[in-house]
């Protein structure tokens, strides 16, 4: 690869359409969290002016239900002085920048991560363009998770990956589809821990995971040292964080020969839309592996805490067997896919320097999740959840052609999907006062033949579930789950997570497409509702506590925590403790 070549997707004319999509987003959603505050024009059309009055950017939009605006791109023009000038995505953030909040710390970082993002959309504008049809036809579990074009639907700055250099975002990105060879680290047992889900050893995981050979050439690697491999645990390590983290800032660990370098696996990965998350391309029906990387993405440093890593088993077994053992849950088919092991290092001189909150003390760990393959019956397929928000470059969303290719109506597509994804989480909430973070990206859906959703599969446990019930029995390790959260903000679950974050988008598309009406779709999701609870009357009374009926609720914004902290947006031990509020929203279903 040439120097000419790692910047060829950035050309003039995907910088200006990129910026162009990325500014319409902005407005959407920052006039959706009432940063902003656009004047109508008349027609549909509107406006904004900029924190000094002398810029004005004009754009259509439709609003819709959950003061969703559609703004359409090609009609966003920005003006000043009589002029029309180019949109330019770094100029409006300064422009805004006192209407956003943005601190002289946060604006410049903020910009930084805005150009990654910009320079991702350019990559993606590169690549051959797949319709939506052809993914929903047969585009595999990797095709779609690889073709997504947008990330998380709300963030504005959505693909910061603030460490990736251009030659590391051409091999880790998940749109770029590079397979990957994971590295890995013998750690010594001294600094280092693995635990297992029941039935599991770390010699069972380590002989599915790895070929003989492989473990045999990394054992003589460390006897050629003159060091006992018996000492040691084996760590899987992202190649981004051992070039540019582990090789130097844990240089003492690895001149004491606390960890040894072993060299790389066999298998070839390919990187989730999380980004450190790696799906086996070699080997399907292996783990998912999740690593520790030190990069800075959509309000968090990526790293993985040794200390965290040690309850991860245990909290997914706990999970796994109240599915299980849930009529109600086994009934929509939701099963989770679990993290079953998790090793972690940890280096005690940072651990003696740093709070718990610390990126050094998250920076060598990693986990082995299950792969959904081995699960899937004759004629069923994978894909995320995340990819119902996909929309082609001809403006057309991989939701409405899988409903296309049913056969159903939008409203007979939308029974089984809401079953299998909503109908879980409503039981959790209102029967064990339990929460998931149940965002695209988070949830597998399994498929049928004719695009029909058959049941849902949650993912990313351990960090991302919480039982609010301060009474709950929780075994030992497990009640790290446990958190505080004020009675009028626990449904807020359901309504941020699902109605405002998920579902807001879904029903857009879908609408703007022409594919159904507002109607249509929240008749669908309050259908699925009152069914539920009209199969689970011993419920009544917290149906009655926590009304899902209500006639709105409260905003709560996301950018705005990371408009205001794009380095820690939230503490997930006390996670409604950072939530930003800014008012109410009509409750759809009401």
């Given amino acids: 690869m040439t120097f000419a070549d790692t910047v060829a997707h950035l050309s003039p004319e995907r910088w200006a359409r990129a910026n162009r999509l990325l500014i319409r987003k902005a407005l959407a959603e920052f006039t959706h969290e009432r940063l902003l505050t656009p ?5 549909g059309r509107y406006a904004v002016r900029s924190d000094d009055g002398a810029t004005e950017y004009r754009f259509a939009a439709r609003r819709l239900r959950l003061d969703h605006w559609q703004v359409a791109a090609d009609s966003v023009t920005r003006h000043r002085d009589g002029t029309e000038l180019p ?6 953030l300064t422009e805004f920048r006192t209407s956003l909040g943005l601190s002289d710390a946060i604006l410049p970082v903020y910009l930084e991560e805005i150009s990654s993002t910009l320079s991702g959309t350019c990559y993606k504008l590169a690549k051959p363009p797949v319709t939506s049809a052809s993914l929903a036809r047969d585009g595999s579990f990797q095709d779609i998770e690889t073709g997504m074009t947008e990330g998380h639907p709300c963030f504005v700055a959505n693909n910061g990956r603030l460490g990736f250099g251009v030659h590391e975002y051409l091999s880790y990105a998940p749109e770029t589809a590079s397979p990957v060879r994971l590295i890995w680290l013998a750690a010594t047992r001294e600094r280092a821990a693995f635990t297992a889900g029941a039935g599991l050893t770390y010699e069972s995981l380590l002989r599915a995971e790895l070929a003989e050979e492989t473990l045999a050439r990394f054992a003589a690697t460390l006897t050629g040292q003159g060091l006992d491999p018996d000492d040691y645990l084996l760590i899987p390590v992202h190649p981004w964080q051992w070039w540019n983290k582990l090789s130097v800032t844990f240089a003492a660990e690895i001149a004491e020969r606390r960890l040894v370098l072993l ?4 298998d070839e990965y390919l990187a ?5 998350t790696f799906f086996n391309a070699s080997d399907p029906a292996k783990h998912y592996v999740k690593t520790a990387l030190s990069v800075l993405n959509m309000g968090f440093m990526r790293g993985l805490s040794a200390s965290y890593m040690k309850d991860t088993p245990a909290i997914n077994d706990w999970l796994a067997q109240l599915v299980e053992n849930d009529p109600v849950l086994k009934a929509t088919g939701l099963t989770v896919i679990r993290e079953r092991a998790a090793v972690g290092y940890r280096h005690l001189e940072y651990e003696a320097a740093t709070d718990r909150y610390s990126p050094y003390r998250k920076m060598l760990a990693a986990l082995w999740r299950e792969s959904p393959v081995p699960s899937l019956a004759e004629g069923e397929r994978l894909a995320t959840m995340a990819s119902l928000l996909h929309v082609d470059e001809d403006g057309h969303s991989l939701a409405a052609a899988l409903i296309e290719r049913s056969g159903l109506t939008p409203a007979e597509w939308l029974r089984p999907y809401l079953r299998s994804y909503l109908t879980p989480l409503l039981h959790s909430f209102y029967a064990y006062d339990l929460v998931y973070m149940p965002h695209g990206e988070n949830v597998i859906l399994v498929l049928g033949e004719d695009g029909t959703a058959r049941r849902a599969i949650f993912k990313d446990i351990a960090e991302e579930i919480a039982v609010m019930d301060p009474d709950a029995v929780l075994p030992p390790g497990v009640d790290r789950i446990r958190v505080e959260v004020p009675d009028d903000r626990k449904l807020l679950s359901i309504f941020t997570d699902v109605f405002d974050c998920f579902f807001r988008f879904l029903a857009a ?5 022409g594919v159904l009406d507002e109607d249509t ?7 699925c509702v009152r069914d539920y609870q009209d199969s689970a009357p011993q419920l009544a009374d917290r149906f009655r506590q926590y009304d899902l009926f209500a006639p709105e609720f409260t905003l709560s914004c996301l950018n705005r925590l990371q408009l205001r902290n794009n380095e820690q947006m939230v503490d997930l031990a006390d996670p409604s403790g950072a939530l930003q509020l800014a008012g109410t929203l009509r409750n759809p279903i009401a």
């Fill in 39 to 43: 004047e109508p024009l008349g027609d």
């Fill in 272 to 276: 989730q839309q999380s980004i450190r």
């Fill in 521 to 527: 779709f929240w008749d669908a999701v309050a259908e």
């Fill in 263 to 266: 060299g790389e696996g066999d």
């Fill in 87 to 92: 949109l330019d995505a770094l100029e409006f």
């Fill in 509 to 513: 598309n879908l609408v703007t497409e």
